[in-house]
């Protein structure tokens, strides 16, 4: 439990540390974000993300920066200019999900689940 915790907050805080929500190296096409090239391995399932029975899966990252980035791809593609105002790490059986919450620039408050468990503490 304590390295969970360890783990968690370590997510929580990453995104503050250089990565934004903002569109990754170019413009999105409607097949899938636009990825830096030193993320373009990173694949997403095509779930919305609505509730965690239906989270976008992230497989293919190597760490936890590069997942937590391909989440930020990942919003600034569907929600351009999104502001992301909290996160959690959470689990179920088998699976870890990071839950962010956004505010879209229509003012509109959303929570996205994303699977996590494919990368979640890998360093």
């Known amino acids: 439990m304590k390295r969970f915790l360890q783990y968690s907050s370590l997510i929580l805080v990453l995104p ?3 990565l934004r929500c903002a569109q990754a190296d170019g413009a999105a096409d409607s097949n899938g974000p636009s990825l830096p090239k030193n993320l373009s391995h990173v694949k997403f399932s ?3 993300g609505s509730i ?4 976008i899966v992230i497989t293919e990252a190597a760490n936890n920066s590069e997942g937590v980035a391909a989440e930020k791809a990942w919003i600034a593609w569907k929600y ?3 502001k992301i105002k909290a996160q959690a790490v959470s689990g179920a059986k088998s ?8 505010k879209t620039v ?3 408050t959303k929570a996205l689940c994303f699977d996590i468990t494919d990368f979640f503490g890998r360093w």
């Open 16 to 18: 503050f540390f250089g």
């Open 46 to 48: 095509d779930d919305d």
């Open 52 to 55: 965690c029975q239906k989270a």
């Open 80 to 82: 351009p200019s999104a």
């Open 95 to 102: 699976k870890t999900f990071d839950t962010l919450e956004i």
């Open 106 to 108: 229509s003012g509109e």
